[in-house]
């Protein structure tokens, strides 16, 4: 059974950042690229960031390009969201997705997998 649990949510001020990380079990991780999602009260889900298997690619939703940084540890099957610069209009209910296409991709219905979300909350 496949299972991905997000951490590292919390309230923090406006320029100030935060590391969200997702452990996943019961895949081949290093087989699958992961993407980071949110969802903010009242609107879609939309795409944050994604990473390839190996790492060798990475693609970023414009409004978070240049703040956020998504890496991943294949040997602890761990993805990470580093979130700079965090903005009021970034809070949100962060989701770890993973997917077994190859590449790179931002469409929410190329990931099977789901975790459960991680609430992030920037106060101006």
């Known amino acids: 059974q496949v299972q991905l649990v997000e951490s590292g949510g919390g309230l923090v001020q406006a320029g100030g950042s935060l590391r969200l990380s997702c452990v996943a079990e019961g895949l081949t991780f290093s087989w699958h690229t992961m993407g980071w999602f949110r969802q903010a009260p009242g609107k879609e889900r939309e795409f944050v960031a994604t990473i390839t298997p190996t790492a060798t690619s990475t693609s970023y939703a414009d409004s978070v390009k240049g703040r956020f940084t998504v890496s991943r540890d294949n040997a602890k099957n761990t993805v990470y969201l580093q979130m700079n610069s965090l903005k009021p209009e970034d809070t949100a209910l962060y989701y770890c997705?993973?997917?077994?296409?190859?590449?790179?991709?931002?469409?929410?219905?190329?990931?099977?997998?789901w975790g459960r979300g991680t609430q992030v909350t920037v106060s101006s």
């Open positions: 997705a993973g997917s077994r296409a190859l590449l790179i991709t931002s469409d929410n219905r190329d990931y099977a997998y």
